[in-house]
């Protein structure tokens, strides 16, 4: 079982780990007790992704909603939807079990793709969704995701990659019920919302290291800057500089790994003025200095 374990690409896209050669598919555990996985950043996947939780309640974060979902409950992710995750309860812990959609069916079975994945890529059923035991299929999918689970982790005889295909494809039909159920995005959920967040976090990822400004910022996405401050703050719950902010001191723990980088060095290669204003954000964020976080 995979565990705590988080690749993302330049572009945001989380570069994922099989769990098999025969199969599109990674099944893992996230754990937020480990002091050194505080949250899951924003990312998105080509995947669905089904989640479970295990221990404690997460909240979910999409394009302009967020979601708490407790101990027994799970939540389903779209294709290619952007979305951050951190705990609401101390030591939480979730399983996901990511699959792509050509898992469930191929473009070139035209029919069967247009009826049970198009709907999903297009933008016309929502981003996210919860699923619990106020529905049956909620129920359902639940048991499957746990079956799918218990299949990665136990033996691996001969045929076992077909076994845990068809809890997938069996789980499909409840996937279609509850996506049809929840919320359509007409608002800021939609497809056209989530590329341009994605685009704007790309563009913040790949320039976090220089002096920005909003107008640059807004720029990358064809907005004026009041619109742009608006948007990111509506899809995210907090403004392009919060988000870069945080972005910059995520980068600098992973540069503090390195010990032959001075912490005046890591201010600069990752955007910040000078060292006391960085050791200022990173014990205000992180609780500690950079020195201290260092030597933990």
């Not at 374990?5 to 098999?20: A, G, H, P, V």
């Not at 996937?175 to 007409?186: E, G, N, Q, T, Y």
């Not at 913040?204 to 703050?233: N, Q, W």
């Not at 060095?265 to 992180?286: D, P």
Request: net charge neutral.
């Amino acid at each position: 079982m995979i565990r705590n374990r988080l690749s993302i690409k330049e572009n945001q896209e989380e570069d994922t780990i099989r769990i098999s050669d025969l199969l599109p598919v990674s099944v893992y555990m996230t754990d937020f007790s480990d002091r050194n996985y505080p949250t899951v950043r924003w990312h998105w996947h080509e995947d669905f992704q089904l989640c479970i939780i295990t221990k404690g309640k997460i909240r979910f974060q999409t394009a302009g909603k967020s979601y708490f979902v407790s101990k027994g409950n799970g939540f389903f992710i779209n294709s290619r939807s952007a979305h951050f995750v951190e705990p609401v309860e101390p030591d939480s812990a979730y399983y996901c079990v990511d699959f792509l959609p050509s898992l469930i069916a191929v473009e070139d079975n035209q029919a069967l793709y247009q009826a049970v994945i198009a709907p999903f890529l297009s933008g016309n059923l929502p981003p996210a969704f919860l699923f619990d035991a106020s529905h049956p299929a909620g129920v359902r999918l639940t048991r499957t995701v746990r079956r799918i689970v218990n299949i990665s982790e136990g033996e691996h005889f001969d045929g076992w990659e077909l076994l845990l295909h068809g809890e997938i494809l069996s789980a499909w039909p409840d996937i279609l019920k509850l996506a049809r159920c929840s919320v359509m995005p007409d608002t800021p959920g939609n497809s056209t919302s989530n590329e341009r967040l994605t685009k704007t976090m790309e563009f913040l990822h790949a320039h976090f290291s220089e002096k920005l400004t909003l107008s640059e910022i807004a720029a990358s996405i064809g907005l004026c800057p009041e619109e742009c401050e608006r948007f990111f703050k509506r899809m995210t719950g907090m403004t392009p500089f919060q988000y870069l902010l945080e972005y910059r001191i995520t980068k600098s723990r992973e540069f503090l790994a390195d010990p032959s980088l001075a912490i005046a060095e890591i201010a600069q290669n990752t955007g910040f003025s000078s060292q006391s204003y960085f050791t200022s954000c990173f014990k205000r964020i992180v609780g500690c200095t950079p020195n201290k976080y260092r030597k933990q």
